[in-house]
């Protein structure tokens, strides 16, 4: 669970680290320092998303276990940004 929470937040921060996709939750650009930053939190949790794996089942099945827990976390990212139109305030 701590790994795929991990990977769910690494790919949220990438996603925001799209001016497409930062623009469309929040309404407005990201600065060129934030998405720098986003990029590398975003690397930095799947990073620890696969270490996390690879203590609980080894390297080789950790490896391969957290290629399925990636898709498992990316899926509800990609289905709020195709079915929710965020508020805008």
Known sequence: MIA?????AGFACLALAMEEHHHW???RDPSVRTRRRLRLAGALLL???WLSTWATWGPAM???AW???LT???APLVLAR?????RRR
């Open 47 to 49: 990073a620890a998303s």
């Open 72 to 74: 498992l976390a990316a």
């Open 82 to 86: 195709t079915y929710v139109n965020p």
């Open 62 to 64: 950790g490896s391969v």
């Open 4 to 8: 795929w929470l991990l990977a769910l």
């Open 25 to 27: 939750l929040t309404g």
């Open 67 to 69: 290629c399925g827990l």
